[in-house]
């Protein structure tokens, strides 16, 4: 009786954790779900302000306003690209590597360009903003090299692929018409055939030409076969028996010589 009920205990602290750890989780997954919404949601209403910044306002906030929407366009265009390029290509991992780095000297030049923004002594900003500018190219510049060597890359995979399948593509129609391709040997025999006088369809054996010698046996035996039944001969004179190679019989009168008067 003690076992079942420090069974029935246990089980019931099992459940109890299992529920409390999935409700760990869920609670987290929501509060990263809400940041993440929370997060595109500001950067989506800053890019929106930088935009109407920079088409709205002229001077030195309306450049700082086009430098930092240009700086922002291109950390996120490449982000997006080696992030989705990673998950295929392993070898994007040293790139990725490169561009947290890059990012790193992104958001300090956004910061700066931020607080300069809000900068009363507009002629220090517009001292600043020719080196601000060129840091800016620097870093969109390494940006874009990465964002389009990884789509190069990305591109002839599918090229070398698209290549490959098409090769293979070709095989196999060729074997399935295999009736249509014919053998250089057969072809070389057919024009031969198709050469040599009476070797053609529709014709007749030619007869052999009579030949002296040893073989002419054989030759002859040749004709009757491939010429057909012997000719008939012409008719032949009759000649008479000669009478004395006749056999004479005992009971057969002898023949009286003939005499004259």
Known sequence: MEAAITILALLLVAFVALGVYATVKAVGAAKRGV?????????????????????????????????????????????????????????????????????????EL??????????????????????????????????????????????????????????????????LRHWTVEEPSQASGARASASTPGHGPGTDWPEPAASAGPSAGNSSTADQAWSGPARAEGPQAITAPDPRLRTTYPWQKSTRPETTN
Request: proline content about 1%.
């Open 35 to 107: 940041d993440r919404t929370i997060t595109q949601a500001r950067r989506t209403v800053e890019d929106t302000t930088l935009r109407a910044k920079s088409f709205g306002q002229t001077g030195v906030a309306g450049e700082l306003a086009q430098l930092r929407l240009a700086l922002r366009t291109s950390m996120r265009a490449t982000q997006d690209a080696l992030h989705a390029g990673v998950a295929e290509d392993a070898s994007l991992t040293e790139s990725v590597a490169l561009f947290r780095r890059l990012s790193e000297h992104g958001l």
């Open 110 to 175: 956004d910061d700066e360009l931020k607080r300069l923004e809000r900068e009363p002594d507009r002629a220090t900003v517009a001292g600043l903003l020719p080196k601000l500018k060129e840091r800016t190219q620097r870093i969109t510049h390494s940006a874009e090299s990465l964002r389009w060597a990884a789509r190069d890359r990305a591109r002839q995979f599918a090229d070398d692929d698209l290549d490959a399948l098409n090769a293979q593509i070709d095989i196999e129609a060729g074997a």
